[in-house]
């Protein structure tokens, strides 16, 4: 069974609009984590927001916030405000088991390529 | 992906090469990781170190060797490329005890004909 699962493979969303990319896990373990990473057009890897699974409320980072649904396993991204700089590929992923115990791997889903039209 | 480096950005390889792939940092993280991303398939951790001086398998082992013998850099090898390592390989750190994020280098495209 697929640990991550993001069953969007494209979206395409007007400018200034909200947008949700969806993900769903998959793991047995009380511990765990989620990140959202942003890949564009050059290649990088850039993190955008961090859920720990014990975590009471959901996470924020500025326009980005995650919908974490603990009993439905899952961990929605929230885009606020789209801009056209967020059209990007996004990945969600998953660290099993406690942070800073030596388990740091993770494990992606496929992406999300999503794509902000003017 | 400030205080990553990976070298060298892309490479043509011939079937049956060796290559080393180069992952240097200057952050002082005690774990790095090595991804290969494949279209379709996402990012996949080929080996990882928690600290210099070890070295774990990751999903995606086999072919590909790695050492760790200082904290700051963390080479990974093919002995003898085939053509499905052709990829894009990512060089990720991450400080253990302080945050949960790992951070990515810029990558290498690799392709082997």
């Known amino acids: 069974a697929q640990k991550i699962t993001q069953t969007q493979p494209g979206m395409f969303v007007q400018e200034k609009e909200a947008v949700t990319l969806d993900c769903t896990y998959d793991t047995s373990d009380p511990s765990y984590g989620l990140f959202w990473y942003k890949q564009p057009s050059s290649g990088e890897m850039i993190f955008l927001i961090y859920q720990g699974s014990y975590d009471q409320q959901n996470a924020t980072e500025g326009r980005y916030s995650l919908n974490f649904q603990k009993a439905r396993k899952s961990a929605n991204l929230v885009i606020s405000a789209s801009q056209l700089g967020d059209s990007a590929m996004y990945f969600c992923?998953?660290?099993?088991?406690?942070?800073?115990?030596?388990?740091?791997?993770?494990?992606f889903g496929t992406g999300t390529r999503l794509t902000i039209i003017p | 992906t400030a205080g990553i480096t990976q070298a060298p950005t892309s490479q043509i390889l011939a079937a049956g090469r060796s290559m080393t792939l180069r992952c240097t940092q200057d952050?002082?993280?005690?774990?790095m990781y090595w991804y290969r991303q494949d279209l379709g398939l996402g990012l996949r951790l080929i080996h990882y170190s928690n600290t210099a001086g070890t070295t774990g398998k990751g999903e995606v082992p086999d072919g590909y060797s790695v050492s760790r013998a200082n904290t700051d850099d963390f080479p990974l090898t093919l002995a003898s490329a085939v053509p499905s390592q052709t990829s894009v390989y990512f060089c990720?750190?991450?400080?253990?005890?302080?945050?949960?994020?790992?951070?990515f280098g810029p990558g290498t495209r690799l392709t082997v004909l």
């Open positions: 952050m002082r993280h005690n774990a």
């Open positions: 990720a750190t991450k400080l253990l005890w302080d945050t949960d994020t790992q951070y």
């Open positions: 992923a998953m660290r099993e088991g406690p942070a800073n115990f030596g388990n740091e791997k993770l494990t």
